[in-house]
């Protein structure tokens, strides 16, 4: 079983930064990519960023030059650094492991987070 939990988010105001953490746990052989989505009210789940288990890091064009993902593989976690936050930020922001493998010859699959609420105020 492995399970992903989220942390970091708040309320701040506009211009503001966060910086948010999933930590991993569990049986994890290997990952294809660990990423970061956000829900707006309303709206359907999009992907802000993700990072390949190569080290490959990409970006919804809405955050890229504000926000950053990293990892620190020894403490099996994921950050998601965010800064100049505007309103249309605001959201719950989910982590997900993408085709994990639990052990080598296992099946894959994807796991999520329960998110993380972050609020910018205007």
């Known amino acids: 079983q492995v399970q992903l939990v989220e942390s970091g988010g708040g309320l701040v105001q506009a211009g503001g930064s966060l910086r948010l953490s999933c930590a991993a746990s569990?049986?994890?052989?290997?990952?294809?990519?660990m990423n970061w989505y956000r829900q707006a009210p309303g709206k359907q789940r999009e992907l802000v960023a993700r990072i390949t288990s190569g080290g490959t890091t990409n970006y919804a064009d809405s955050v890229k030059g504000r926000f950053s993902i990293s990892r620190d593989n020894g403490k099996n976690t994921v950050y998601l650094q965010t800064n100049s936050l505007r309103p249309e930020d605001t959201g719950v922001y989910y982590c997900n492991a993408d085709r994990v493998r639990t052990y080598p010859g296992s099946s894959k699959a994807d796991y999520w987070g329960r998110g993380t609420q972050v609020t910018v105020s205007s």
């Open positions: 569990g049986k994890i052989f290997s990952v294809n990519a």
